[in-house]
């Protein structure tokens, strides 16, 4: 397992040909009759890493975390990352890769749970945010989900999860160099554009949802606290019941969507906190690949309009 930089590219990949062993419960060509047992499910947890920690009872839980059992990174080896004959820069793959089983009950997906449940899985998620920081080595931690086969996701029974590695993406670094480039943050004068534009889709006191201008997702959607707030672990009962609001709507139209999708915290520094779902409807092919020009079959208004509840 290593990380390794493109040559001149400020671009990183993870190696690790372990990650091919993991199971998969989707029918593909190369496992037609898929995985028959979920290693998820209440009385499986023998087929899991030692449990790191649960919401619910001994004999019960009603969410639970552990291990990845296939990492894309693991804490040992050397953190550091160096350079050698000027082309080769690499370090270990060295991280946290941690699974968060969002619900006991394998049918449920995480659109079909109550408001009091996901409040639960919340202040979970900002209980590992703040773990997983906090380990020697760690300078970026990646909180997202993988929703369907066309995601990325191998186990249908919900779930997301938490990596935490030893480099900070360039993506984050250009973000939040970018808009804080003037002397205050560009993603707070956006909001208060967006609030007034037809592709704003939700907003209630402290949050409010919109498509992106320049959308590379077929029904892409961006999730902001109004103020510039920096921190998803840090946000009070308040904020998060707010949050939960327009993050339920949200899921409520992807259901309706029907799609596969993924979503995830932009959750650095002083880069104002934000959530992105990217419903994965399209393929990228040789153009967008080439060009890193995406391009896009449903505008970001119409887009909007889908989930303010219009007909389109």
Known sequence: ???????????WVIINPKR??????????????????????????????????????????????????????????????RTDNNYFTFSSSYGWHEVIVETGKH??????????????????????????????????VSLFKNHGPDAGTSIEHSHSQVIGYNIVPPVINEKLGRSLSHGRCAYCDIINIERGSFRRCFENEKFVAFTPYASRFNYEIWLFPKEHLVDFASLDEEHLRQFLDIFRKILGRLKKLGCSFNFYFQNYGQLHFHVEFCPRISLWAGFEFSTDTIINSVSPEDAASFYRGKKQ
């Open 20 to 81: 091919g062993e993991r199971p998969h419960q989707f029918v593909h060509k190369d496992n037609p009759a898929g995985v028959k047992k979920c290693f998820f499910c209440p009385g499986n947890e023998n087929l899991t890493p030692m449990e790191l920690g649960r919401v619910g009872s001994e004999k019960r839980w009603l969410i639970t975390w552990f291990l990845n059992k296939f990492p894309a990174v693991q804490a040992d080896g050397d953190y550091n990352v």
């Open 107 to 140: 049918k449920k997906q995480l659109f079909d749970l109550p408001e009091k449940h996901l409040m639960e899985l919340m202040k979970v998620y900002q209980q590992r945010l703040n773990e997983v920081r906090r380990k020697e080595g760690i300078k970026f």
């Open 1 to 11: 397992m290593e990380l390794r930089k493109d040559y001149v590219l400020d671009r």
